[in-house]
């Protein structure tokens, strides 16, 4: 029995802010059509790992490489370029630009007019409400529509492999249950994903495997099904 | 009326000059946190480059291209030598930074100009006056406020209506997600850069127009009071320094006129103090906008 070749992995990556290690060499593999989570407290490192993925932080590594790809030295723009792509935590959206003008920049790698008009079509399908907010100022958006304006964002730009961070933050119950419908939709469309989330539950239903981070390092990997059952991992690192 | 009139048209043609200067500044600044000393310096190469141009009897037009170009070089090269290895780096050591390249500028332009001002010959058209009935409105500060004017309107349409001017928005607001966008970070600095020069250059020209010389000290006093018009504005925020710039030319213009002659030469401090007014209410600026400089 062979394993496909995962689309991310990673072997002992580091990332450092001066002198403090927020992640200290983790192993991480995903594999195309996954969704896997990462999960842990605050400050465990979750999206320090996130960001050094796409270049946003400084990292070190082993091995780092997407699709086969060594993208250990790439900056993030070449990263996005090569299809992986962050939403980043606490969404980023840029308040005085409208919405149709994240939708512009997002899919600024597609040079030509065709398929930029095309995936245009196809997130103003995905997400209608976007579609009424079209010459808005995302400033003026709910926090939502501003999530859903900012995977919109990331996914203008035609990825394999989405980061999500904390998609759930600061929303409410209904608007988190539509958040998380859209990523099972995501993925139902092949898109593969790394999940990071403070809502355990949420997470580990939807994902199909899990890291479970302490303190920068993985103490447990597991199918998500696993994790859920262990109460040892809720006492212990969740909190749940 | 008429005179009213008139010092109003004057306080657009200064204040237009500060606008464009402050504009420039604001453009750094609101990408890269960046406050650019070296900009006047930027200036005064747009005046020599003319003067030279025109010393060399080269046609009119031609001499401003190659004056207007010059700068945007110059701009692009200071990021790309000077101001890109440090990005990133404290506010303290930018400005160090921008204070080092200012003097180098400035010590090149006279050791291997001149010291003393280098006449720019421009063309005697330009010195004459438009009559309409009671108003006499100079050429050159007709172009000044046409040009000004021009370049508010293309910056704006840049701005709002290109890939590139919208990404430079997005930058202002923050960086690194542009980045995400697979939107080159170089790319965006240098475009900041390289419109500041372009801002800067016309300014130059606007500045040698009236005064007829460049010095190698030219671009100090007119970028120190951009500057000042950039704070009025709100540091960073682009329609702030174009309202500063316009608010302190109307101020500058007005105690020039309306100030009692013994008061004369305490215009510049009465209009600092006027600033200082200004920001004991509004500490942020008058548009002031937040700074969003992560990662």
Redesign the interface.
Known sequence: MTNPAPLLDVSGLTVSYGAVEAVRGIDLKVTKGEIVTLLGANGAGKSSTLNALVGLAPRRARQLSFAGEDIAHLTPELIVRRGMTLVPEGRRIFPTLTVAEHLLLGGAKHAARGPLAETQAEMLALFPILKERLHQKAGSLSGGEQQMLAVARALMSSPDLLLLDEPSLGLAPQVVDRIFALISDLRARGLTILLVEQNVALALDIADRGYVLVNGRIEIAGSARDLMASAAIRDAYLGA | MDIFLQQLLNALSLGGTYALLALGLAVVFSIIGLINFAHGELMTAAGYVMAFALAAALPFPLAIALAVAAPVLLATAMERVAFRPVRGASGTTLLLTSFAVSAILRVLFQNFISARPVPVPMPSALSGVINLGPLHLGIIQSISIATTALMLIGLTLFLNRT?AG??M??AS??F??????????NGVVATAFAISGLLAGVAGLLWVAQRGSVDPLMGFLPVLKAFIAAIIGGLGSLTGAVAGGFLLGFIEVTLQAWLPEAWLPYRDAVAIMLVIAVLLFRPQGLLARKTVLK?
């Open positions: 890939v919208r990404a928005r997005a607001e923050d690194a997600i542009v980045r995400l966008m697979g939107l080159r970070a990662l």
